[in-house]
């Protein structure tokens, strides 16, 4: 197989994110998010939000990671960030569909993607924080704006989405975690937390 012929069946191996449903629902709650329109958001967050990255934070490489940071969801599925049991065995899951995914680009531009990859699970250069911060807030505003459904249906606890949400990433910048810790507060007197 030619380089082209790789790259075109890599982009339609990618498509299948499309069918990987998450939890959250998108903003007007009509149904649940994909992880390919979660990713795509993603980006337009770091775009968005580029002010409250950490100093000297390259936009354009967290949004390269935010792009390729779910694809191994095509053959691992996402696992919900509450849920225990399914976070136990993500790591040995997402390292081997990543591993199958990322085999069928071409060798240099696999091993490229499975790097920016890699670099967002690890979490630790500016780029991967910002990036990972970014993971944490969209969903929390997407339930927000939806009176905390998935919040509710799946009885969360105020406490846990604080954990969650500030256990990597601390949500690098102040005006982003006071903003985050504004809406959570609000979901909880609103009933939507537990």
Not at 42 to 52: D, H, K, Q, R, V
Not at 165 to 172: I, N
Request: with cysteine.
């Amino acid at each position: 197989m030619d380089r082209l012929e790789k790259q075109i069946d890599f982009l339609l191996e990618v498509d299948k994110l499309k069918n990987v449903l998450r939890r959250s629902s998108v903003t007007d709650g009509s149904r649940r998010e994909n992880s390919a329109e979660h990713s795509w958001h993603l980006c337009m967050f770091a775009l968005t939000l580029a002010e409250y990255a950490p100093e000297n934070t390259d936009i354009s490489h967290v949004i390269k990671m935010l792009l390729v940071h779910d694809l191994v969801e095509v053959y691992a599925g996402d696992t919900y960030l509450y849920d225990e049991e399914g976070n136990k065995t993500k790591a040995a899951r997402e390292n081997e569909a990543a591993d199958k995914l990322y085999a069928i680009l071409p060798d240099t531009q696999g091993d490229e993607m499975k790097k920016l990859w890699y670099e967002f699970e690890k979490c630790d250069t500016n780029e991967s924080l910002f990036a990972n911060a970014l993971d944490r807030l969209q969903p929390i505003l997407l339930n927000y704006t939806n009176e905390g459904s998935i919040w509710r249906e799946n009885h969360i606890k105020k406490q846990e989405v604080i954990d969650h949400a500030f256990r990597l990433t601390k949500l690098s910048h102040p005006k982003l975690r006071e903003f985050a810790l504004n809406i959570i507060e609000k979901a909880a007197q609103n009933g939507w937390l537990e």
